[in-house]
């Protein structure tokens, strides 16, 4: 399987058969155990219902997160996360310019409002 959120939601198809509990009620099981710690969250879900590690890991990744849809219809598309705002330098002095056309040989370093004049 090439999609790895296809592969999540076989595995959690696969937790649900073998537990026979739906991802709801097993959330609710963790939930109703108090444990905030993922690793601790996990661990029960070992313990309590003998999935293995890879197994209890999907279904602690999605407490506090929205249910995917596991009936195989195609799963809803998460919004993107929103990109950080993108650094730019402060502008450069204009003398900055006007001798880099004349000589050629200015350097305006980087997030600073220093020159060097020669290379």
Known sequence: MADPQAATLTQL???QAR???T???LLAAVRASGLARHGERRSWLMEQFGLGYG???AVAQFIDKPLPDL???APAAL???PLPPLLSPPPHPPVATATARSTGRVHVMPFTRF???SL
């Open 13 to 15: 198809r696969n937790v």
């Open 19 to 21: 537990t026979g509990k």
């Open 23 to 25: 991802l709801a009620e």
């Open 55 to 57: 197994d209890a890991n």
């Open 71 to 73: 009936t195989g219809g």
């Open 79 to 81: 919004p993107p996360a």
């Open 115 to 117: 020159m060097r004049t």
